[in-house]
């Protein structure tokens, strides 16, 4: 007896670089959301304080924060809204 094709399901989200929000990363936040994509991670939103800019991305519950510089937080101290 042969085990039956069973369709794949995609884990993933969608891809950070479709966001409405990638345009308004800098590069280096582009390159390491990129990275978190594979992960699962989607970009939600920009979130603007003391004159930096921080990318917000969520998994499965999880957050994760990306600075200016790409520097990757993935235990911010934030709060979101539900």
Not at 27 to 36: D, G
Not at 43 to 50: D, G, K, M
Request: glycine share 8%.
């Amino acid at each position: 007896m042969q085990p039956e094709n069973k369709p794949l399901i995609e884990r993933r989200g969608e891809p950070p670089e479709h966001s409405i929000w990638w345009d308004r990363l800098t590069l280096a936040q582009k390159f390491s959301a990129s990275s978190l994509g594979k992960f699962g991670y989607e970009l939600q939103f920009i979130r603007n304080e003391n004159s930096k800019s921080y990318a917000v991305l969520v998994c499965n519950g999880g957050i994760a924060v990306i600075a200016e510089d790409g520097e990757i937080n993935t235990s911010p101290s934030i709060q979101l809204r539900r």
